[in-house]
């Protein structure tokens, strides 16, 4: 990787190159501290503790909460040039944290074709042709969206019918769970894949009859292998992707995103440095990345930190002004905070200690999922950052690959004791009841994909079986253990980066044909609600400073129309976010 792309990784996060940094578009937020401001008139929801608390006020001054408490105590703090605002009956509380989603990922999306709902194959394909028309010369023709199962043929389209598409420029099709995916010929000649190229470790091209010959569906890291050859975003384009999304994920309360995967593209990390150099993100961003990629973004990060930081002190005086709270780990609203793995696979490949209860369409019984990754790979990272602060995020499915995490685990704490860590076990939809004793021991912290259980609960109850389904994503069982746990959207694996949506399954569990899926593990609005502030800035280690209205901490917060807590469960997912302020400053407003 160039000199350039590891110094701009830590300088700015939007899209794009050097020649698009005057044409980026700036987001509508002021970088300057906020007027004084006293909020009252609404249920204040500090969200402090294992019991809902109230506030009749809360006072922010300077990016940062003054006071939570009587509104006249409030008034007299800050004194009579206060700005106030009435609440009329809206509900305040801190402001969401997103704990795993793909934040850079779902930017480029938004400028992708949207594949979401197709009913069949040749719906997908006029969808296509029509990107064609919206994609600049040189670049790939890509959709993102689709569900195979979901559609009429119950299959994904081959290479001969995406060439439909284009025969000459390449076509490539991710899939809703970012797992799968398919290709045109040209996309697979761009790639250099070709009938003789071997499977890779953890995934697969589907063959023709002759055992050799692509077909075009790919999967896990065989997607990866062909994903990593598309042509880098830049110019006008790379800047939209990531403006675009930090406008997304305001707009649903989000005042923390998360790029949990960084170097799934080949330019994500002159995506991410852009942003930093140029200040284009109005809120927080999170990076973890790719296993594969993390000595290049350490490198680029350790560049990034040595230019805006060279004093003793560690912080420089610009960016002070930017953070209120003077958490050093952030550069221009970046943070690099750890490193994803991917253990396994999605709905109908994770990897399980048993197999399917029914196999999966396409494999061969008994099946019991992918493992993506040797014992020695996690095992030496875990040797290697166990005792540092770069935290690691672990995706997993089936109980196999949380016996792969523990195990891992279990070696670095022998060797170097017990550290406060808090690996995150991403998804961790089936656990059984051993490995939560050990997670509690080694204080992991699962995010549990809630949104998962609309999309796809019925096919896990269908593919898993009952014992799986009823006891995954156990929400319940944790907090009956006194245990942390997080909810996640995963956007753009859920089409939409909402938390609100999140709150609603993990309160109801309600399949996309109204099944409850594991009743027993139905968590109250209020314990779900603090998955998404309290226990998320903890999993990120950033309890401090965020997740609860507490003095002293950042004043991120978010107004809802209505109160969680006081409506119908099932309609928490209807519930609007009416405005999204970061650190005192309106980042989104209805």
Not at 248 to 277: C, F, K, R
Not at 357 to 362: K, S
């Amino acid at each position: 990787m160039s000199t350039y792309l590891l110094r701009t990784f830590s300088i700015s996060l939007a899209l794009g190159t050097a020649c698009t940094l005057a044409t980026a578009q700036q987001p509508n937020v002021s970088t300057t501290a906020s007027e004084p401001t006293v909020y009252f008139g609404g249920d204040i929801l500090t969200m402090r503790g294992t019991e809902p608390e109230y506030v009749e006020s809360l006072a922010v001054k300077e990016g940062k909460i003054i006071f939570a408490g009587a509104r006249a105590e409030a008034q007299k703090l800050l004194g009579p040039n206060t700005k106030s605002v009435d609440l009329g009956g809206k509900t305040l509380l801190p402001g969401f944290i997103d704990t795993h989603g793909h934040f850079v990922y779902f930017g480029k999306n938004l400028v992708d074709a949207n594949l979401f709902n197709c009913v069949d194959i040749p719906e997908l394909i006029a969808r296509m042709k029509k990107q064609v028309e919206q994609t600049p010369k040189g670049a790939w023709i890509v959709g993102f969206g689709y569900q195979a199962r979901a559609m009429k043929e119950g299959r994904p389209p081959t290479s001969e019918e995406l060439d439909q598409i284009s025969a000459d420029r390449p076509v490539m099709i991710v899939d809703s769970s970012g797992h799968l995916g398919a290709a045109n010929s040209a996309a697979f000649k761009a790639a250099g894949i070709s009938a003789d190229t071997p499977d890779p470790t953890g995934g697969a091209f589907a063959r023709g009859k002759d055992g050799k010959s692509l077909l075009g569906p790919m999967e896990e890291t065989a997607l990866n292998a062909v994903r990593s050859k598309r042509p880098p975003f830049s110019g006008e384009l790379a800047s939209r992707a990531i403006t675009g999304a930090a406008k997304v994920w305001a707009s649903y309360g989000q005042t923390t995103a998360m790029e949990a995967g960084l170097g799934l593209g080949n330019d994500d990390i002159a995506i991410v440095t852009n942003a930093i150099d140029n200040k284009l993100l109005p809120i927080d961003l999170y990076v973890a990345a790719k296993d594969s990629n993390l000595d290049d973004s350490l490198a680029a990060a350790y560049t990034v930190a040595s230019e805006y930081r060279p004093d003793a002190s560690g912080v420089v005086e610009k960016l002070r002004a930017v953070r209120p709270d003077l958490d050093t780990r952030y550069i221009n609203r970046v943070r690099m905070g750890g490193v994803k793995f991917w253990l396994d696979g999605s709905l109908d490949t994770a990897w399980f200690t048993q197999p399917y209860t029914v196999t999966p369409a396409g494999k061969t019984t008994p099946f019991s999922g992918y493992r993506q990754i040797p014992d020695e790979v996690l095992d030496a990272a875990f040797d290697k950052y166990w005792a540092t602060d770069l935290q690691i995020h672990m995706h997993m499915n089936g109980d196999a690959a949380a016996d792969q995490a523990l195990n891992a685990i279990a070696k670095a704490v022998k060797k170097h004791g017990m550290r406060d860590h808090r690996p995150v076990f991403v998804h961790a939809t089936w656990l059984r009841v051993d490995q939560i004793e050990q997670i509690k021991r080694y204080g992991a912290i699962p995010s549990f994909l809630t949104a998962g259980i609309v999309t796809g609960g019925d096919a896990v109850v269908r593919l898993w079986g009952s014992e799986r389904s009823a006891g995954a994503m156990a929400s319940r069982t944790f907090l009956r253990s006194n245990l942390p746990f997080t909810f996640s959207h995963d956007a753009p694996v859920s089409p939409t980066p909402s938390i609100l949506d999140l709150v609603d399954a993990g309160v109801n569990r309600l399949s996309g044909t109204s099944k409850v899926v594991g009743p027993d593990e139905r968590v109250p609005p209020y314990h779900a609600l603090r998955a998404v502030t309290a226990m998320a800035a903890f999993v990120i280690k950033e309890e401090k400073t965020k997740g609860t209205l507490e003095v002293g901490k950042l004043a991120d917060l978010v107004i809802l129309d209505k109160n969680p807590l006081k409506v119908e469960s099932t309609t928490i997912k209807d519930i609007s976010v009416l405005e999204t302020i970061k650190e005192g400053n309106t980042v989104f407003k209805k």
